[in-house]
């Protein structure tokens, strides 16, 4: 009776549409919640809005992030305020994706994206430097760094039309 039982599971399960995908051919979505590898991002005008504060790094229980500033003059300008951030790395073997970097960060610069392919087979690549994380300039903005007017970019933390 049993082996009837369980041939019975068997042609249940055969007439069911299969649960798993062919990935990487097919992808399913991530919920919108998810958090995957970071993106520092930019402003409209192509600043940077990592200002180097390191909040991130002290708000990291992980310790996965180093974060090295330099100053930023109106000649050679790569976010507003005194300050940027000349190195920004992630030790990706370290993080845990929780998301505290970024809840700390004053100026919404470092972001948690929905991209979650990030294997790698030297302990090496697990670092991820700026130059990997941050995003391109906008269509027609020039790259960092740029020069402004003096004085027009001295405040760090810029108004931000939808502070959240
Ligand atoms: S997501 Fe968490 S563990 Fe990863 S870098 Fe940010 S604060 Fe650190
Ligand atoms: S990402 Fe944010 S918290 Fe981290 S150094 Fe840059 S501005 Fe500061």
Known sequence: ??????????????????????????????????????????YDNGLEKCIGCALCAAACPADAIWVEAAENTDEERYSPGERYAKTYEINM???????????????????????????????????????????????GVPETPQKVEPGAFDRAIPDMENPK
């Not at 009776?1 to 798993?20: A, R």
Request: negative net charge; aromatic residues 8%; charged residues 35%.
């Open 93 to 139: 073997l370290r993080c845990i994706f929780c998301g505290y970097c970024e809840d700390a960060c004053p100026t919404e610069a470092i972001v948690l994206e929905h991209e979650y392919r990030l294997s790698f087979t030297d302990r090496r690549d697990s670092i991820y430097t700026k130059e990997m994380l941050i995003d391109a300039p906008p269509d």
């Open 1 to 42: 009776m049993s082996i009837f039982k369980g041939l019975g599971t068997v042609v249940k399960h055969l007439l069911e549409d299969p649960v798993t995908i062919s990935y990487p051919e097919v992808e399913r979505p991530v919920r919108e919640r998810f958090k995957g590898k970071h993106a520092l991002k930019r």
